[in-house]
């Protein structure tokens, strides 16, 4: 399984970003997906994250209302950031896991995530 996230950068507080990870090597419908960051000195907490099989979601609520998880039908997760402020600054990881391992909740916990991208950077000033 391997995870190719894109689309950071450096943004204005309130602009929008798009994060885009490209996943291979495995079926979506068999995994949970999910975004998460990391700012320095800061523990690595989730974002956002999606269950291949029935496509709901969940979204951490520091977010919520201001990000948005989705994926297309063949191997793209994808992460719509709107609003953005400073605090969102961050290394962004998207990752996955078998759908078996985890329940809803136990999504927004990293530990339980078997595959990581190498991460994109974002900046809010």
């Known amino acids: 399984v391997q995870l190719v996230e894109s689309g950071g950068g450096s943004v204005q507080a309130g602009g929008s970003l798009r994060l885009s990870c490209v996943i291979a090597g495995y079926t979506y419908s068999t995994y949970y997906m999910g975004w998460f960051r990391q700012a320095p000195g800061k523990e690595r907490e989730a974002v956002a994250t999606i269950d291949g099989g029935k496509s709901l979601t969940l979204v951490a609520a520091s977010v919520k209302g201001r990000f948005t998880i989705s994926r297309d039908n063949v191997y793209t997760l994808y992460l719509q950031m709107d609003n953005l402020r400073p605090e969102d600054t961050a290394m962004y990881y998207c990752?996955?896991?078998?759908?078996?391992?985890?329940?809803?909740?136990?999504?927004?916990?990293?530990?339980?995530?078997?595959?990581w991208g190498q991460g994109t950077q974002v900046t809010v000033s």
């Open positions: 990752a996955a896991t078998p759908r078996w391992r985890v329940t809803r909740a136990q999504s927004l916990t990293p530990t339980n995530y078997d595959y």
